[in-house]
C-alpha cells in the first residue's frame, strides 16, 4: 500500500486522490443569492446531511486555488444567510457542468443551464425545479478551514422547508431510490448512478452475533472471505449443531461461499451444517 504525508503532497495532488477515495459523493445544485437578488446556482459534492433535530444540511465551498478569493456562493450566503439544496438526479447531470462553469459575479447559472427556478416559501434563492428533492434553508454557521487558496469552508445550513416530488414517492410515504434515480460523484471526470448499483442490505434492529461467535473453522477459512463472514454472523444467534468434519470443510465452504455470494445466508447455513 503506498502512503501519502499530507505535509508533502501537493493540494492539486490530495485533491485528486481524496476525491477518488471518497466516492461516490451525492451532488447538490446550491443556489444563493446577493443583495441586489442576482441568483447564483453552483453544484457542490462535498455535500451531506447531519441530523434531523434541526435538520441540517452541510456543504463545503472552497476559496479560489487560483486567485484565493471566496468564490459567489460563498459570499451571498454570508449576505443573505439564505439558500436552497436541490438534489442531482441522472434527468440533469448534463446541466451541472453548465451550472459550474467560471462566469463572471452576477451572471444567472440557471439561464446558462437551462434549468427552471421554483419559487421557494420560507427563502429567497429558488430551488431547481427539475430537481426531485429541494431543500430551503438558512446559515447556521460558516467554519472556515486556512483561509488560503484551494481551503475549505464548512457552510452549516439548517433545513426548514423541504419539497419532494411526488413522481419519487412510494405508497409508504418514502422516497424509492429507483425513482429519484440520483448520480454521485467520482474522481475526474466520473459519475455513477445509483439506481443502476441498487442492492439491499438489512438493517439490525436487534443485537447480532458478529464474526467473533463464528466457529474457528469459518474464521480461518482460506475460502470464505470477510464480506462471507459478516453474512453469516447476521444472525442474532450461531446455529449450535455445526459439525466438526474436516474432511468435508473445502466442499461444504464452497458450497456456503456460492450461496452468500447470492445474498442467500440461509441456504449457506445449510450447506455449511447439512454435510
Not at 477515495?21 to 447538490?28: E, F, K, L, Q
Not at 433535530?53 to 484565493?68: E, I, Q, W
Not at 434492529?205 to 474464521?219: F, H, K, N, T, Y
Request: include cysteine; hydrophobic fraction near 40%; glycine fraction near 8%.
Amino acid at each position: 500500500m503506498r502512503t501519502f504525508d499530507l505535509d508533502i503532497v501537493s493540494h492539486p495532488e490530495i485533491h485528486r486522490l481524496l476525491v477518488g477515495g471518497v466516492a461516490p459523493r451525492p451532488i447538490a445544485l446550491v443556489a444563493t443569492t446577493d443583495k441586489a437578488g442576482h441568483v447564483n446556482l453552483s453544484p457542490f459534492s462535498f455535500f451531506n446531511v447531519f441530523g434531523v433535530n434541526p435538520a441540517v444540511v452541510c456543504f463545503s465551498p472552497a476559496y479560489s486555488g487560483r486567485t484565493g478569493k471566496a468564490k459567489d456562493t460563498m459570499l451571498n450566503l454570508l449576505d443573505t444567510r439564505e439558500c436552497t439544496v436541490s438534489v442531482v438526479n441522472f434527468n440533469i447531470v448534463h446541466q451541472i457542468s453548465l451550472a459550474s462553469a467560471p462566469y463572471e459575479r452576477g451572471v444567472d447559472e440557471f439561464v446558462k443551464s437551462g434549468l427552471t427556478k421554483l419559487p421557494s416559501v420560507k427563502v429567497a434563492p429558488p430551488g431547481v425545479a427539475e430537481s426531485p428533492f429541494v431543500m430551503e434553508a438558512k446559515l447556521l454557521q460558516h467554519v472556515e478551514f486556512g483561509g488560503e487558496p484551494g481551503s475549505a469552508n464548512m457552510m452549516i445550513c439548517e433545513i426548514v422547508m423541504l419539497h419532494v416530488s411526488d413522481s419519487v414517492m412510494n405508497e409508504s410515504g418514502g422516497i424509492d431510490p429507483r425513482l429519484i434515480d440520483q448520480v454521485a460523484r467520482l474522481g475526474g471526470p466520473y459519475y455513477t448512478r445509483a439506481r443502476d448499483g441498487l442492492f439491499v442490505l438489512p438493517q439490525p434492529g436487534q443485537i447480532l452475533a458478529g464474526i467473533d461467535s463464528l466457529p474457528e473453522e469459518l474464521r480461518n477459512s482460506p475460502i470464505l472471505t470477510g464480506k462471507h463472514l459478516a453474512q453469516l454472523a447476521s444472525l442474532p444467534a450461531i446455529p449450535e449443531d455445526y459439525p466438526s468434519n474436516p474432511s468435508t470443510v473445502q466442499t461444504r465452504h464452497k458450497k456456503a461461499a456460492l450461496f452468500l455470494e447470492q445474498g442467500d445466508v440461509s441456504a449457506a447455513w445449510t450447506a455449511l451444517i447439512g454435510e
